[in-house]
């Protein structure tokens, strides 16, 4: 079956850096993607990895290995601002169809 | 604001009524995404259309669901006969490959 798993809380302090882990079973695997989502809002696009390694988009940063099933988002220089809830995404595609799977999400707290 | 606007933001309701969302995407995105999210979860997939074609749909989708995009621009859910567990918020998200732009949703609250 597909499955996602993700720390449900993760509290840091603000200036510092977090790191938040996903793990993922699937079939299909196409690409990993983060959103982030504050309270009351839709979800936004942070970042997305088809291949392994790193990318960097600012104070953000995503990772992945395929070989592991394994992916991080890294938040530097953290701001309150970043307090929100954070969800791995897994892209599932084959020739008819793609699909969007959801983890079921990390809430960071930001403490000043 | 992505792009994507859904309608209408709120919809209270009593059980057993229909009720019917729409979303209109962003214009050059030819794939769009239903989504349910409740609290402290994340969203989970209900169905998705590439242009007109409505290509998947969730196993958890039951036949009081039906979504519809008739011309490959906006598209519609209609939950028929309405339960106190469909309430949720409801999102809508348009793409291209790699990125999904969502709407700002719309609250379902079944009394």
């Known amino acids: 079956g597909q499955s996602l798993e993700q720390p449900s809380e993760v509290t840091a302090v603000e200036g510092a850096i977090v790191q938040i882990n996903c793990t993922y079973q699937?079939?299909?695997?196409?690409?990993l993607s983060w959103y982030q989502q504050h309270d009351g809002g839709a979800p936004t696009f942070l970042s997305y990895?088809?291949?392994?390694g790193l990318e960097e988009t600012g104070r953000f940063s995503s990772f992945l290995s395929r070989s592991d099933s394994y992916g991080y988002l890294l938040l530097q220089e953290l701001q309150m601002k970043d307090s929100a809830s954070y969800f791995c995404?897994?892209?599932?595609?084959?020739?008819?169809?793609?699909?969007?799977?959801f983890g079921s999400g990390t809430r960071l707290s930001i403490r000043p | 604001d992505t792009g994507v606007s859904q309608d209408p933001r709120h919809k209270i309701t009593k059980r057993g009524q229909n009720v019917t969302f729409r979303c209109d995407p962003i214009?050059?995105?030819?794939?769009l995404y239903w989504y349910r999210q409740t609290l402290g979860q994340g969203p989970e997939f209900l169905t998705y259309?590439?242009?007109?074609?409505?290509?998947?749909k969730s196993r958890l989708l039951s036949d009081r669901f039906s979504a519809e995009r008739p011309k490959g621009s906006f598209s519609t859910l209609e939950i028929q006969r309405t339960e106190q567990g469909d309430s949720a918020m409801y999102l809508c998200?348009?793409?291209?490959?790699?990125?999904?732009?969502f709407g700002p949703g719309t609250r379902l609250t079944v009394l």
């Open positions: 998200a348009s793409s291209p490959p790699n990125e999904q732009f």
């Open positions: 699937t079939s299909g695997f196409y690409g």
């Open positions: 990895n088809a291949l392994d």
């Open positions: 995404a897994v892209r599932e595609e084959d020739s008819s169809a793609s699909k969007i799977i």
């Open positions: 214009s050059e995105h030819n794939r």
């Open positions: 259309f590439q242009n007109e074609a409505q290509l998947e």
